[in-house]
């Protein structure tokens, strides 16, 4: 069977959603055996994973942003012409116009813009509302990357539950591999992401202020991410933060797995989450974490993490607080984490759950 994939997102600046397509597409290449797996555009190569730049060259990446622009913009029907040969393509949220000729498929990563639209700049609220209305809601099957996701398109967009088939995200062997890095002069507490208003930074950092003195002058919190939609505010605080307090801004992919595996905890207060990759990158370096009762992340963590309301700055102190000074719950979280990662988090997992997906929507 040939499966062409939108590798559009690869071309752009972006982070969890372009992690997770990156290593989904190598991981289906490796369990693919006598299935083909192209890529649409026609990239010849995919170079190292950087967030905030193309993974390919010069010329394939402006050609293939011509592509999605044409398609996006006026119809031009270039997924068809890729596809041709092809028995089923699969869609990225970069599609508008997708394949008339052979059936097509789609994943959904969240429906936060549907959920919580105030956290969203109005173009991107419109983008996931045209790709659901044009190319999801149109699809002969759908991946939805949680439980939790695949409920919301179902009560939200109100898609067939026979349609739609949960698979979770990977985690790169890196983070299960990573190894404890350099001692710093301080431990310290983690925040992974990017600084916008969904993340919850300020009440993260309001937590972090609120906490004792002794144990602020014992730990650091490190932020690593780079500025989003709406942080300004943020931002300055994160500039203007007191001693303790480091931003560390972009943070490259190939350093986050040791960064990650050297903290005391990870700390994830997000309001909303499709699946919530740091919260499983932590777990597979076998990081304790504080995360949000909310979305999809209590399916994601289990019983690997402590849950607070994200909307309770005294929860996430309280949660951080008991953490920092309890090593023995630390290392039951950081174990029950590694072992959950380790059962439902690898690539080639949902690799073979993927193709198994993609025989099913064709019959082959």
């Known amino acids: 069977m040939r499966i062409v994939i939108d590798a559009t997102p690869l071309l752009l600046r972006s982070a969890g959603v372009k992690t997770a397509l990156y290593h989904w597409i190598r991981a289906l290449r490796e369990a693919s055996g006598n299935d083909e797996i192209r890529l649409y555009p026609p990239l010849t190569r995919l170079g190292r ?3 905030d730049s193309s993974v390919s060259g010069r010329l394939a990446t402006w050609a293939g942003l011509f592509m999605a622009v044409a398609n996006q913009r006026a119809g031009v029907p270039f997924p068809d012409w890729c596809a041709r040969g092809a028995d089923v393509f699969h869609c990225t949220n970069q599609v ?3 394949p008339r000729r052979i059936p097509f498929t789609a994943t959904l990563h969240d429906l936060t813009c549907w959920k919580m639209p105030q956290l969203h700049s109005e173009a991107n609220v419109r983008a996931d509302r045209e790709f659901a209305e044009r190319v999801v809601s149109r699809a002969a099957g759908v991946v939805a990357v949680s439980e939790a996701t695949r ?5 939200i967009l109100k898609l067939p539950p026979e349609k739609i088939r949960t698979i979770h995200n990977g985690v790169a062997d890196a983070y299960f591999e990573a190894p404890p890095p350099p001692q710093r002069r301080k431990p310290y507490a983690l925040f992974v992401g990017t600084i916008e208003p969904r993340k919850n930074v300020d009440r993260l950092l309001d937590a972090w202020e609120s906490l004792p003195a002794a144990v602020r002058a014992g730990y650091d919190l490190l932020l690593a991410g780079g500025a989003g939609w709406h942080c300004e505010a943020t931002v300055a605080r994160l500039r203007a933060a007191r001693a303790g ?4 801004g972009y943070y490259p992919e190939a350093l986050l797995p040791e960064l990650i595996r050297g903290a005391t905890v990870l ?3 997000s309001l909303y989450e499709g699946f919530g990759l740091p919260v499983a990158q932590a777990m597979a ?3 304790a974490c504080v995360t949000s009762n909310v979305s999809s992340l209590p399916e994601i963590a289990g019983d690997a993490a402590l849950f607070v309301n994200p909307e309770s700055v005294e929860e996430i102190r309280h949660a951080i607080l008991r953490l920092l000074e309890d090593p023995e719950e630390r290392a039951r979280l950081g174990a029950a984490g590694r072992a959950r990662a380790e059962r439902m ?3 080639e997992r949902a690799a073979r759950e993927s193709l198994l997906f993609f025989h099913e929507i064709t019959g082959r």
């Open 285 to 287: 370096c076998g990081t």
């Open 151 to 155: 409920q919301d398109a179902i009560d």
């Open 96 to 98: 508008r116009t997708p």
């Open 267 to 269: 700390v994830y207060p």
């Open 49 to 51: 994973l950087v967030h």
């Open 245 to 248: 307090v480091h931003w560390l």
């Open 345 to 347: 988090f690898r690539w």
